[in-house]
């Protein structure tokens, strides 16, 4: 089983970035995905989930509307789009799975937000 994040990076405020978590290894379209975020000095905490069809989703408050959960079952994927980055995003963002008790975790992408 692998989840393997790519996408993070340096970003001014304001700006943008996607994030993609591509599963192998399990039943992805069985599977809830989600993304959390662990700043420096904080417990991780929960950012956005999509079901395993994606016709629901839901987000942190911090985070509505200025970010995008989706996936893709053909290339075994999920997406996260941030916009209007702020400071406070900061953090190492981590892909997560879940199907009837089973769960798996990426190892984690780096998001900087920083002028």
């Known amino acids: 089983v692998q989840l393997v994040e790519s996408g993070g990076g340096l970003v001014q405020p304001g700006g943008s970035l996607r994030l993609s978590c591509a599963a192998s290894g399990f039943t992805f379209s069985s599977y809830i995905m989600s993304w959390y975020r662990q700043a420096p000095g904080k417990e991780r905490e929960f950012v956005a989930t999509?079901?395993?069809?994606?016709?629901?989703?839901n987000y942190a408050d911090s985070v509505k509307g200025r970010f995008t959960i989706s996936r893709d079952a053909a290339r075994n994927t999920v997406y996260l789009q941030m916009n209007s980055l702020k400071p406070e995003d900061t953090a190492v963002y981590y892909c997560y799975a879940f199907f009837r008790g089973r769960d798996h975790w990426g190892q984690g992408t780096q998001v900087t937000v920083s002028s």
């Open positions: 999509i079901s395993s069809a994606g016709a629901e989703t």
